[in-house]
């Protein structure tokens, strides 16, 4: 069974890496500098750019910001995660941080992401905060998956697969097209900080890199 599984995984890496070796190359490589362009022409707002370079990997300020989680929340738009919830997350961070640096995405995503009681109105619903999920583990674990979006999973066909699969995937197919095209990476990084003034790309990994390539890619397609 274990096996059926991998297989099932690798098959989706496969045909993932296929689609990004076909969508990069240095014949189109003016193309997509231009599809990124506009990330850096109309960007997010400065709050946003503040706040991802301060908590990337900053185990200190995580463990000691007293509303981590909300602010997290706030400023990644997040929806569907109630204060009770929270709450659960910020009393817990020793343990979420300790999961992600060990790699055990499994237990983290399924013991306070997965199926997760949140107040709606009057009621009580169930929700997989799947996204709240890649966007924490991309935080504190940035080289080895990317800050994974609804239209990045689509754009790989994944869109009927949860979170936590799509973004397993999609890392290990961005991570092995990186370490197979470190030249034409490189180029690609110094063309898109040719475009900027600022030098952005210096603090940002392989894997977010390419998560704002095919982030353009895929709204390029639903425009």
Known sequence: MVEEINAYLNQHKERIKKKIIKSLTNENLNL???AIKNNFDNKKPQSFQIFYYQTISNKEYFLSEKNFFGKFKQ?????????????????NKEEIFSLIKNNDLSSLYFRFFYNVSIQHGNNK?????????AKLVHTFAPDKYCALDTPIKKYFGLEKESYYIALVIISCAYTEWANENQILLKEIKSRISSITTTDLTKDMTNLKILDLIFWHQANIITQ
């Open 32 to 34: 997509i500098i231009e």
């Open 75 to 91: 400023q990644y738009s997040l929806q569907g995660v109630d204060k009770k919830h929270l709450k659960i997350l910020e009393e």
């Open 125 to 133: 619903i169930t929700r997989n905060l799947g996204s709240f999920f």
